[in-house]
Nanobody, 121 residues
Framework: QVQVMESGGGLVQAGGSLTLSCAVS????????MGWYHQAPGQQREMVAT???????NYADSVKGRFTISRDRAMNTLYLQMNNLKPEDTGVYYC???????????????WGQGTLVTVSS
């Protein structure tokens, strides 16, 4: 079974920075893609940034130029560097992982429990 654990959330003033981390553990043979998703209070979960094995990166328009996603493949760890934070960035940030556990089953998806980011104005 794959476990996904986010960390790094907290309270920060507008304009400040935070770095989120996502550690993946368990039996995997490949992790083709990972991503960060944001759920603001009372809102649906939305994509923030994704990265795949080919080096492809996508960002939501709202975070372009402010957030940077990166991945340490050897350590199965995903990061999200968040700069110039705004109050609207407040919410829970979830890590999403697509992975394979063997060569015959299809890709599976795992989510972490989320880490809370609060940006004060």
């Amino acid at each position: 079974q794959v476990q996904v654990m986010e960390s790094g959330g907290g309270l920060v003033q507008a304009g400040g920075s935070l770095t989120l981390s996502c550690a993946v553990s368990g039996n995997t043979i490949s992790i083709p893609g990972m991503g960060w998703y944001h759920q603001a209070p009372g809102q649906q979960r939305e994509m923030v940034a994704t990265i795949n094995n080919g080096g492809g990166i996508n960002y939501a328009d709202s975070v372009k130029g402010r957030f940077t996603i990166s991945r340490d493949r050897a350590m199965n760890t995903l990061y999200l560097q968040m700069n110039n934070l705004k109050p609207e960035d407040t919410g829970v940030y979830y890590c999403n992982v697509y992975y394979y556990t063997d060569y015959t089953s299809g890709a599976q998806v795992a989510w972490g429990q989320g880490t809370l980011v609060t940006v004060s104005s």
